[in-house]
């Protein structure tokens, strides 16, 4: 694969992305070669082949966006796990700590 790359699920697939790397089909086929630019043709075409995930190039501008979003993820998890009635971020507890290390596990696996 080349440089940075996201696996996106074809439902949030738009046309105008790039394929990070070739696409193959179940048998191993190429289907699309590195750097093809999808159209609404072709997304339209992926399920016929099984594909259900697509590996997109980044650019600079999603690389900002994925930053920011993950930004976004830890401040909601922290805010979430926060001590009952505490707005100072106090000392969450060992089960609580554990949770919230594992949410931000999670969170962190189902965005890449």
Do not use: K
């Not at 590195?34 to 082949?49: D, F, I, K, S, Y």
Request: glycine share 8%.
């Amino acid at each position: 694969m080349t440089g940075s790359y996201r696996p996106i699920p074809l439902a949030q697939v738009q046309p105008g992305m790039t394929l990070s790397d070739e696409l193959l089909d179940m048998h191993g086929h190429v289907l699309l070669p590195e750097g093809t630019v999808l159209t609404e043709a072709l997304l339209a075409l992926m399920p016929r082949h099984g594909i259900d995930v697509l590996p997109i190039a980044q650019t600079g501008s999603d690389a900002a966006e994925l930053a920011a979003l993950e930004r976004h993820r830890r401040e909601r998890v922290d805010y979430l796990f926060r001590p009952p009635g505490s707005d100072d971020g106090g000392d969450p507890g060992p089960a609580r700590a554990s949770l919230h290390r594992l949410v931000h596990d999670y969170r962190a696996d189902t965005a890449s």
